[in-house]
């Protein structure tokens, strides 16, 4: 499964727009970058995900450029309520081969 | 509505004893999971299971252990309970697909104290 490296801690404040991007440079053909946010004493809560270009629901953006070696969730105008933890994976589409490597993630701080 | 429940929420055990957590999911899903959390970490996969009479080792499998009698339980045993093992565990499921969206949705974690 591909690796994934992120930072370890972003800071924001509220209203602003949240860029957190995730390095994946052996990402398979077959990979699909999904991205999950964790609060404190709960499970994670899946976000996005995408393959190539840009994906958009109702909570966040996935920009994912030409060569897929990198990806970036995008926040829009965060409140003090997106303050969590946020992970980045990189694994096969097909649920029944498709093991979840979680890191580290990167823990946002959203400041008033 | 379908929900993934795990029990108990807390628990605190001795050293070597044998415990077991439960995971129970009304989704009809076929694959579940198990993970670890250590505290400043991600999660670790313990064990997981595609469907029924399936179990797999995770990369954090040695001492634990699961059966899966139905689709909607997988329980989680600890043979014989270390310190080491206490952690929070948290059980996931996700629906059988061939490509695309799979997400996992997960329980609310099970925090386990082992003195």
């Known amino acids: 499964l591909a690796k994934t490296t992120q930072p370890i801690s972003m800071d924001s404040y509220e209203g602003q727009e949240v860029n957190i991007t995730c390095s994946h ?4 053909t077959n990979d ?6 964790q609060f404190p004493s709960q499970g994670p809560r ?3 995900q995408g393959y190539k270009t840009k ?3 109702e909570v966040a953006s996935l920009f994912i450029p030409a060569d897929r070696k990198s990806s970036t969730l995008s926040l829009p105008r965060v409140s003090l309520s997106d303050t969590a933890v946020y992970y980045c994976l990189v694994g096969p589409g097909s649920s029944n081969t498709g093991k979840l490597i979680f890191g580290q993630g990167t823990t946002l701080q959203v400041k008033p | 509505d379908a929900e993934i429940t795990q029990s ?3 628990k605190i055990t001795e ?3 044998q415990v077991t957590l439960a995971c129970h999911q009304t989704w009809n899903h076929n694959n579940m999971f198990w993970y670890r959390q250590d505290l400043g970490h991600g999660l670790r996969l313990i064990h997981y ?3 029924v009479q399936d179990t797999n080792k995770g990369e954090v499998s040695d001492g634990y252990s699961v059966s899966r009698s139905n689709t909607e339980d997988l329980p989680l045993t600890l043979e014989s309970a270390a310190s080491s093992q206490t952690s929070v565990y948290f059980c996931a499921s996700s629906e059988n697909r061939d490509r695309g969206l ?3 949705f997960f329980g609310p974690g099970t925090r386990l104290t082992v003195l």
Do not use: C
């Open chain 2, 102 to 104: 799979y997400e996992q």
């Open chain 2, 15 to 17: 050293t070597g004893r």
């Open chain 1, 55 to 57: 994906v958009t629901n």
């Open chain 1, 46 to 48: 899946f976000i996005i």
């Open chain 2, 8 to 10: 108990p929420r807390h």
């Open chain 1, 25 to 28: 440079n052996n990402i398979a």
């Open chain 1, 32 to 37: 699909y970058i999904t991205w999950y946010q």
């Open chain 2, 49 to 51: 299971s595609y469907g």
